[in-house]
């Protein structure tokens, strides 16, 4: 047990969410519990992971939820483990809400993605078709963000560009994309910044400069592709071909990348197969496989694509995509993505009326820095 790496989880201390400051302490070796002296509150090492409160082992519940992250049905898991299927479901939720929150805190920041490709599934659900929107970095295979909607609409496509926003510095762009339309305004609404020019009133919004589309159409006919077309929506053809060989290498625009990702995700979560018997019954049941699919995807999978030759040896050394984005040094196991603390916002003083008491500045001039 190190203090020294562990943070308060609680949402009411002003040290929330910092480590390395001295305020926790060992409260008990035997429980593994520690101790904040901030507030004074003890948690369990588990507290924010997905173990939190499970009386089954972790090695049991990581054996589980590595099966379901790779497309083991349901009901296998429930003869060779002999657990009930809502046991099996709440472990699930716990791994997709655990996977979502790592995703933002690691995958969600501002780095250069050079080409995006994004493209959507067709997903059978009780009662009807809900749709899943995906978008990945080409360059490492990074999944960056995905979305699920009843309606495959501008909304669905608008909040899956403000995830892949939320990924990107202002850097030069490629967005490859299916014939979907809603794609071109949602990329040009989202891709813009505020022109502060001094005067009152909302200020005037600027695209980004040298954010390029193009479209991949495929004509079909008794289910097979008959015809490609490759359409130029923003950039010049120099500048697209340019951002193309960066992040891809030899060959032409294409959505491949993003359908082989597409053909990984149908892989694994039983409801995204065209042909089977298997619905979802919930659309958050959808998003809790996708996201712990997508950070499986992302942490724990040895991409061969990615793989890099040494300089001693000749063997060439396996890269996961979050390895080749720089995001971590070494591929994660299930455990580890399951029991990863994500740390809480920074706690920021309240707002109130009148001068700040001693107290409260003694917290601000320790807790927030700028603010004292």
Same mark, same amino acid.
């Given at each position: ?152 609409? %501008? !909304?669905?496509?608008? #909040?899956?560009?403000? *995830? ?5 510095? @202002?850097?030069?762009? &490629?967005?490859? $994309? ?93 409801? %995204? !197969?065209?042909?089977? #018997?298997?619905?979802? *019954? ?5 998003? @809790?496989?996708?996201? &712990?699919?997508? $950070? ?77």
């Amino acid at each position: 047990m190190n203090p020294t790496t562990v943070f308060c989880p609680n949402l009411a201390c002003p040290a929330r969410g910092q480590t390395g400051q001295g305020n926790i302490g060992i409260h008990s070796r035997k429980e593994q519990r520690f101790i904040c002296i901030q507030c004074r509150k003890t948690f369990t090492t588990t507290k924010g992971t997905a173990f939190y409160r499970l009386r089954t082992s972790v090695e049991t519940v990581t054996r589980v939820v590595t099966l379901m992250a790779h497309g083991c049905p349901l009901q296998a898991i429930v003869v060779a483990f002999g657990v009930d299927e809502r046991t099996v479901a709440a472990w699930l939720q716990r791994a997709g809400v655990q996977g979502h929150a790592v995703q933002e805190h690691l995958v969600e920041q501002p780095r250069a993605l050079g080409q995006v490709q994004a493209d959507e599934i067709r997903v059978k659900k009780q009662g009807g078709i809900v749709w899943m929107a995906l978008a990945m970095m080409v360059n490492t295979r990074l999944w960056l963000a995905g979305e699920v909607s009843e309606h495959r609409d %501008l !909304t669905l496509i608008r #909040r899956l560009i403000e *995830r892949v926003r939320a990924c990107a510095l @202002h850097r030069p762009m &490629l967005f490859c $994309t299916d014939g979907l339309c809603s794609y071109i305004r949602a990329i040009r609404e989202t891709f813009r910044e505020p022109v502060q020019a001094g005067a009152l009133g909302r200020p005037r919004l600027r695209p980004w400069r040298n954010i390029c589309i193009a479209q991949v159409v495929k004509r079909y006919a008794q289910r097979r592709v008959v015809d490609v077309e490759r359409r130029l929506v923003d950039g010049t053809p120099a500048r697209v071909e340019t951002l193309r060989r960066r992040s891809q290498g030899n060959g032409v625009i294409n959505t491949a990348y993003i359908e082989r990702l597409n053909a990984t995700f149908r892989e694994r979560l039983a409801a %995204l !197969t065209r042909r089977g #018997r298997a619905l979802a *019954r919930h659309v958050v049941t959808l998003e @809790h496989g996708m996201y &712990l699919i997508g $950070t499986v995807y992302n942490f724990c999978t040895m991409h061969e694509s990615l793989r890099v030759a040494q300089t001693t040896t000749s063997a060439a050394v396996g890269r996961t995509p979050a390895m080749a984005t720089g995001i971590t040094d070494h591929c994660w196991t299930v455990q580890e993505l399951l029991a990863f603390h994500v740390p809480p916002l920074r706690w920021t003083p309240p707002k109130q009326r009148g001068r700040p008491s001693y107290a409260l500045k003694r917290l601000m001039e320790r807790w927030c820095g700028d603010h004292g």
